[in-house]
Structures are given as C-alpha cells and as structure tokens.
C-alpha cells in the first residue's frame, strides 16, 4: 500500500471515529502538569472558562508548577483543550475517559433498579432519600437517636441533624461531624449515612463505638448544603458552592468552607462571586453557615471534638488553614492525625498524608474547622477521604464501603484517645 493511501484511510477513520460511529467525543478528566510560569497562567486561563471545572485544586490561583491539576472537559471542548495543550508542550494524561457513564452509574434509580438492591449503604443517594434514610433510623432508635432541625437553606430545604446518644444517662461532652459542605463530593454524605448505621448496629457490640456513645453525644449533619447536593443530581454533577442567587452577578453560590468567620475572605479566598472558592459577602452571610455556627456557639461548651467530612485527596488534617502559624498544641493534634494515619495505612493499605491545612494543602481561609477551632473546640478537623484522583469526586459506589470503613478508623482513634485525655 502506498503511504499517501494509508495516510488517507487512516484519517478517515480517524474522522469516523470523531464522528461517533464508534464513540463521540465525551467529557473527560484531564491530569495536566504544568512546569513552566507561562503555562502556569495558560493553565489558570483554561481553567477558568466555565466549559472546564477544575478538580483539584479549587481554584486556578492555586495552580502552581509541577503539582498535577485535575480537570473535568466538557466533551464540547475536548478537542479544543487538548489541542491547546499539545501547542504549549503540557504534559497530560486522561484520568478519566467517560465521566457520563461513571455518573450513570452513580446515579441509577434504586427503586426501579433490582440490581442495586440491597446495600443501601454501598450506594449514593439522592436528598430526598437523605431525608428518608434519617428519619427512619431515627423512628427505629428512638432510644439512641433524635432528629433536630437546625435551619434550613437558601431554597428552603431543612437541614437536619441527627443526635446519636449510648442508652444511659444526659452526659456532659459531645461531638459533632458534618458532611456534605461541598455539594461535589458524593463520599462525605454516604461516610455520614455509614457513621449513623454503624453507630445504631455496633453499639453494644463493638468497644469502641460503645464507649464513644455511653461517654458523649454525637450530633451529625449528613448534608450540610443540601441545595448545592441537589444540584449535582438534578443539574451538574460538578457543582461545588451553594446556590444562592444575588443581584449584579449571573453567578450563583458560595462556598461554605469558605464563608465561616475565621480570618474569612483572606489570601487563599476570592470576592469574585463566579469563583469557586467565592467567600460570600459577609462572614456568616450563608443560612446553611448561620444555621451550623449557631447550634455550635450555643453547644461549645460540650462539643469537644469536631470533624468535617470532604473529599479528595486521602488527607486528615487539623488547624490552621487560615495562617501558617502553628496552633498552640499543634503536636499534639499531630500525633492524633498521624496515628490514625498509620493505622487506616496498616489495615487497608492506603496513604493518608496529614498536618495542619494550611501546610498540607494551601492556605483556605474562612473553614469551618478554623473557627471551631478558635470558638474552644480545640480537637477540630478536616478529612479529605477517597480517593486521590483515580476516580475523583467520581468514585465509583464499590469503593464506598472501604472509603468509609478507613475514615471510620480514623475517627473512632482520634475520638477514643481524645475521651482518654479528657478523662486524664
Ligand atoms: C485567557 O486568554 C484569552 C486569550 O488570550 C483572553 O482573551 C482571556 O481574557 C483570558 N482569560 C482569562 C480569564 O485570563
Ligand atoms: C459560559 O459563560 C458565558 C458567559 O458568561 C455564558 O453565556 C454561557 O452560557 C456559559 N456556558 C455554560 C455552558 O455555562
Ligand atoms: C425513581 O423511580 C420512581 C418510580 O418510577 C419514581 O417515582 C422516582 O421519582 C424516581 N426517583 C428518582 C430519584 O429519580
Ligand atoms: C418521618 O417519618 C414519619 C413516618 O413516616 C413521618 O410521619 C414524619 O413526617 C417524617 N418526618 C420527617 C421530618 O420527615
Ligand atoms: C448561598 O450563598 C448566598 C450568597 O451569600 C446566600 O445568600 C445564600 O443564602 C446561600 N445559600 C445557601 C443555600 O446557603
Ligand atoms: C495543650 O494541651 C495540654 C495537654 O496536652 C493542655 O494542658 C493545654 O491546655 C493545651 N493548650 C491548648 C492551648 O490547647
Ligand atoms: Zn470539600
């Protein structure tokens, strides 16, 4: 065969390809590195067109040389993303080949489905499912459980909390875990839905969960940001903010991590409201935030300890995020986020990195660990769970039960050796 033919054929099915006969292009996850400044800011302008979202990190002024950034394509500008990146030499790999099957999958409908019956736990659901799900335990355990309507958000959806209690006695120390800040990752919700299941079954059963229960209250929040959740089902998977509206900007939402009094709108937040990491106009100026600062200031002096639940990264991490300055017992929270490490690391194998936020990660200003942290509750953090950036904020519901079992590890360690200390 002649060169110029095969040329020829094979351009061809190249374009029958493009085409769809075999498969049209599709959303994509890009892993891209940058190592020179200019491609730093060309990366940062690419990433700030609303046909990409970013993954990793939150926002474009975060990208920096050599560390990979993550980032969802729209299928519309695949082409023309991966070709601008091939015109300025990046060096990039697709991490994720076909977003629109794995949400699919994510998002089969569970009452029409067969196959996806049974586990309830080892799946993701819906808000409206959310809602059921607590409400029955709660009327299932009566004696362990109470269902609290703290607020409700923007669109008037309630958030609720479940209060998890042993069968004893009013005790005077609590704990609080909140899930759901971030309306993208799926895992913090179904960790919090897991944590609840495990605490109505396993009390009684296992020492641990036992003595957490007989010796404090646990109050948790499974979504915080129910608006933004509901989004993400219904809308767009990759939403991350709220979905408050304001006048002057078309841009919608805020982010709650970022919208807590705590050093809030500083370097490693933006006033821009399109931003991803937008702090908000005003400490506080969220209801979801009002509603969770509230109930905390009003219990502070019994909440001990403080967990908030995102994803990914595989990270456990405690205060700072607002300042590189250390906090006063910053080793001992270290020790804590490190055996717990250690031991999610001996029993299944995968590595947690850990420190204080701002060291670990990059500076975020306004977290809700931060100004717990400052209200007095001085055991305060951040997990970042599964998975680190195989599957992203897609990760497939097979890898529930093991992304929550090794951040149920996590937590009942740092629980446990905070109830020692506090005992001591
Ligand atoms: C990105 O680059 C284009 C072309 O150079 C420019 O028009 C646009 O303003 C830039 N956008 C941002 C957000 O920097
Ligand atoms: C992208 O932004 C432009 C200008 O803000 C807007 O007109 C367009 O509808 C947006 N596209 C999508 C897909 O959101
Ligand atoms: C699932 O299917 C049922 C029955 O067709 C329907 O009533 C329900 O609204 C669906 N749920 C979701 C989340 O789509
Ligand atoms: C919880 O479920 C019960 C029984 O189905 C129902 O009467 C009640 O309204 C539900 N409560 C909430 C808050 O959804
Ligand atoms: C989202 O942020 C906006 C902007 O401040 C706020 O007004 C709104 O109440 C928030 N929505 C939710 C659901 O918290
Ligand atoms: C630090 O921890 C020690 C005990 O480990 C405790 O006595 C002290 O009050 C703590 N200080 C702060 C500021 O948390
Ligand atoms: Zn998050």
Redesign the pocket.
């Known amino acids: 065969m002649r060169p110029l033919l095969l040329l020829a054929i094979l351009i061809c099915f190249h374009c029958v390809l493009r085409k769809g006969f075999c498969s049209s292009e599709q959303d994509k996850v890009l892993s891209i590195t940058a190592v020179t400044q200019e491609q730093v800011i060309l990366l940062q302008n690419i990433s700030s067109h609303?046909?990409t979202t970013l993954w990793q990190p939150a926002s474009p002024s975060y990208i920096t040389e050599n560390t990979p950034v993550h980032l969802f394509v729209?299928s519309s500008s695949v082409t023309r993303v991966t070709e601008l990146l091939n015109t300025h030499r990046f060096s990039f790999s697709v991490l994720l080949e076909n977003t629109q099957q794995l949400i699919q999958e994510q998002t089969r409908n569970i009452t029409t489905d067969p196959k996806s019956g049974g586990m309830t736990y080892e799946r993701y659901h819906s808000l409206e499912d959310i809602y059921y799900l607590i409400n029955k335990t709660s009327q299932e355990h009566p004696d362990m459980t109470k269902l609290i309507l703290i607020g409700s958000s923007f669109e008037k959806n309630p958030l609720y909390l479940l209060k998890l209690s042993g069968r004893r006695g009013p005790v005077d120390k609590a704990m609080w875990m909140d899930c759901g800040i971030h309306a993208r990752e799926w895992i913090s919700p179904a960790f919090c839905l897991w944590f609840i299941k495990y605490a109505v079954i396993f009390y009684k059963e296992n020492p641990d969960i036992t003595a957490m229960l007989d010796k404090m209250d646990i109050y948790i929040l499974p979504v915080m940001n129910p608006d933004g959740y509901k989004y993400t089902w219904t809308t767009n998977r990759m939403w991350r903010k709220n979905r408050s509206v304001r006048e002057g900007t078309?841009c919608v939402g805020v982010d709650l991590n970022r919208n807590f009094d705590a050093n809030w709108c500083t370097a490693g937040a933006s006033s821009n409201p399109c931003s991803d990491i937008y702090c908000g106009q005003y400490p506080e100026s969220e209801p979801e935030v009002q509603a969770v600062t509230k109930f905390l200031r009003a219990h502070k002096d019994s909440i001990k300890l403080y967990f908030s639940m995102h994803s990914y990264s595989q990270m456990l991490l405690f205060p700072y995020s607002y300042t590189h300055d250390q906090i006063p017992n910053h080793s001992e929270l270290f020790d804590l986020v490190k055996e717990a490490a250690v031991k999610i690391r001996r029993h299944y194998k995968n590595v947690y990195h850990f420190g204080s936020g701002a060291k670990t990660i990059y500076l975020a200003p306004g977290g809700s660990d931060d100004w717990a942290y400052d209200q007095g509750i001085l055991y305060s953090f951040t997990f970042e769970l599964q998975d680190r950036g195989r599957y992203g904020f897609l990760l497939p519901p097979n890898l529930i039960s093991v992304a929550c079992n090794e951040a149920l590890a996590a937590v009942k360690i740092i629980s446990m050796r905070v109830l020692e200390k506090l005992h001591e």
């Open positions: 609303n046909e729209q078309s």
